[in-house]
């Protein structure tokens, strides 16, 4: 049996929104355009290397231990999205 994927808006909402709603440790809030510029311009894949590896005081998977990479890449993606 094959598990279906999370959406990237449920990732972003069950995972991502604790750090990303309020600026936790840093982190660039969701929809804030000028926080994410400098991040965008590495592209999705540098993105979403840098949340399954961590980076800064991002931990690996952004703590969603029971995430996919294809999950964390559409979640990403949702984040950049709404900019």
């Known amino acids: 049996i094959v598990a279906s994927l999370r959406s ?3 990732v972003y909402n069950g ?3 604790g750090c990303h709603l309020v600026g ?3 982190a660039p809030k969701f929809g804030d355009t000028e926080a994410w ?3 965008i311009d590495k ?3 540098t993105l ?3 949340v399954v590896e961590g980076y800064n005081a991002m931990p690996a998977l952004g703590l969603c231990m029971d995430c996919s ?3 964390i890449a559409s979640a990403v993606k949702y984040i950049v999205d709404a900019l």
């Open 48 to 50: 979403t290397k840098h």
């Open 8 to 10: 990237g808006e449920e």
């Open 15 to 17: 995972a991502c929104s």
């Open 24 to 26: 936790a440790a840093g």
């Open 69 to 71: 990479e294809e999950e």
């Open 43 to 45: 592209g999705l894949a």
């Open 37 to 39: 510029s400098g991040r």
